[in-house]
């Protein structure tokens, strides 16, 4: 390691205020060591922000650091676990001190809230980008999965669709409710501790990052049934209420950038899991339902139209 990536890693680590005692060998050995609790298995999972794809001129550095976690939080809480140990890959074009400054604090303030440790990772020369891993604890039973949705279970989506698919495409100053999705956009707040506490009433779940509808039909297919959706049921972003009908479903159903949850619920455990969605502060709202025959079908007589498209692809859309 050369005495400039020393520094740099020394920079970052500084805001890490974390040290869990189930790590056993963290950051300045070769390799992390840490040993879960008996009986827990571990969950991962890997997620990428590269400059000029995830994030531009538009987001602080302290923003890119909350960012490169939550987004990786949102697969975490998909599965109903408890998020423990992070690993950092970055590269960087040149010796960027002030800036991974302050993307170690917005990364640290968020691990934090978690009690995630930063337990090791590299940095290089290049574009600028980070790669985070993320791993997590949870019993191999209790995980939350894709393949058990039951007919005429509800379908549930977690907070509200379509900010992050509005920044994409817009300024924050064009309307009232601009900055709001802006903020939405540069800062996700995945509902990790509204997953891990109401694990136990769902009965299939998936991160909706790429839209609703898209990753739906991801948990439908891997389920084996279909479903049915209330087109006006569907929990709008305030910054979408000032579209045209047709463009305001098109964000809100096939929008990406949205670090959500879609899940399925028993109809007779849907009074307490919304007790928990209130004790939480976790928007939780009710769009369909399962049902046998496979594909997505939307109630008839809707007062918004169906969306229209393909829906988010990571190969088109750019920061």
């Not at 998020?83 to 604090?105: H, N, R, Y």
């Not at 894709?146 to 495409?169: F, H, K, P, R, S």
């Not at 409710?177 to 136990?200: I, L």
């Not at 047709?246 to 959500?260: I, K």
Request: net charge negative.
């Amino acid at each position: 390691m050369s005495d400039a990536e020393q520094l740099l890693i020394d920079l970052f680590l500084k805001h890490q205020k974390i040290q869990r005692q189930d790590v056993w060998c963290r950051s300045g050995d070769d390799a992390a060591g840490f040993m879960p609790p008996q009986g827990l298995g571990i969950v991962a999972t890997v997620d990428a922000q590269i400059e000029g794809t995830h994030f531009d001129e538009r987001f602080s550095a302290q923003d890119i650091g909350h960012r490169a976690l939550a987004i990786s939080l949102s697969d975490i809480a998909a599965m109903g676990a408890q998020p423990c140990w992070a690993l950092i890959s970055m590269s960087l074009p040149d010796m960027q001190f002030e800036w991974i400054d302050a993307f170690s604090q917005g990364f640290c303030q968020l691990a934090a809230r978690y009690q995630i440790e930063c337990v090791g990772g590299n940095i290089s020369r290049g574009p600028r980008a980070v790669h985070v891993v993320l791993m997590g604890t949870i019993k191999p039973e209790a995980a939350l999965r894709q393949n058990t949705a039951q007919v005429g279970d509800v379908i549930c989506v977690t907070g509200q669709l379509g900010a992050g698919a509005w920044a994409l495409e817009h300024a924050p100053g064009e309307c009232a409710a601009g900055e709001a999705a802006c903020a939405v956009w540069r800062r996700p707040d995945p509902p990790v501790q509204f997953a891990m506490a109401c694990k136990n009433l769902i009965n299939a779940c998936i991160d909706i990052s790429d839209g609703v509808l898209k990753d739906l039909n991801r948990l439908l297919h891997q389920s084996g049934c279909g479903a049915q959706l209330d087109l006006d049921a569907c929990p709008y972003h305030p910054v979408l209420n000032a579209l045209q009908p047709q463009m305001a479903s098109d964000y809100a159903w096939l929008g990406g950038e949205v670090y959500a949850l879609c899940f399925t619920v028993a109809p007779k455990q849907m009074q307490d899991l919304m007790k928990l969605s209130a004790q939480h502060a976790c928007q939780v709202t009710p769009i369909g339902h399962i049902i046998q025959e496979k594909g997505v079908k939307f109630l008839d007589q809707s007062k918004r139209p169906r969306p229209q498209g393909e829906g988010f692809e990571h190969f088109n859309a750019s920061a």
